[in-house]
């Protein structure tokens, strides 16, 4: 069973796996622990969360079954929903798709002034710089609670992932900015 295409279901069953969700949960979730590798608009999770419900792989919860219902939706994950998310984990991850807005600039920056891009890599290195320290928060949250969670140890290795990416974005961001430093000088 090829699962190409919409990632969206498998983000969700994949958090629903963990435990009970509303799909403003569900985008928060995606907006902090994923922003260095996903993201997710509300228009896909919300469209996703009801025909998922429809294809009976997550239902929603009864008012019962939540102790803090604040009337909005939470969802669970079936057992189909389980069968299909360990199916779609089990097939070879697709081809990556990478676009870097930066990158295409800095192809074509010999249009305009170094003062320019200079200004678009700062601007990229202090993003990241940013998410880096936020990285580090997760990290040591993650390492105290190491056992609290099955899943933590995975976490903490797509962590290092974004460590380790951000890392090379700021050496990336050093080099190009003195190159960029002395092509200002020189015109």
Known sequence: MKNSGNKTKFLILGLLSE????????????????????????GQIYPQLKKLNEEGL??????????????????????????QLKQWLEEPVEKEVVRYEILLKMYFSNEIAPEVMLGHIKEFQLAH???????????????????????????????????????????????????????????
Not at 21 to 35: A, M, Q
């Open 19 to 42: 435990r009970p969700l509303s799909g403003y949960e569900i985008k928060k979730i995606v907006d902090t622990r994923f922003s260095f590798f996903w993201s997710e608009s509300f």
């Open 58 to 83: 997550i239902e929603e919860q009864s008012l019962n079954e939540l102790e803090n219902s604040k009337g909005s939706k939470k969802y669970k994950i079936t057992d189909s929903g389980i069968f």
């Open 129 to 187: 710089q940013q998410q880096m320290k936020l990285f580090e928060k997760y990290q040591d949250q993650l390492e105290k609670y190491k056992d609290v969670h099955e899943n933590h140890e995975d976490i903490l290795m797509v962590l290092s992932f974004g460590q380790k990416v951000w890392k090379a974005y700021d050496d990336w961001c050093e080099e190009v900015s003195a190159i960029l430093e002395k092509k200002r000088g020189v015109k």
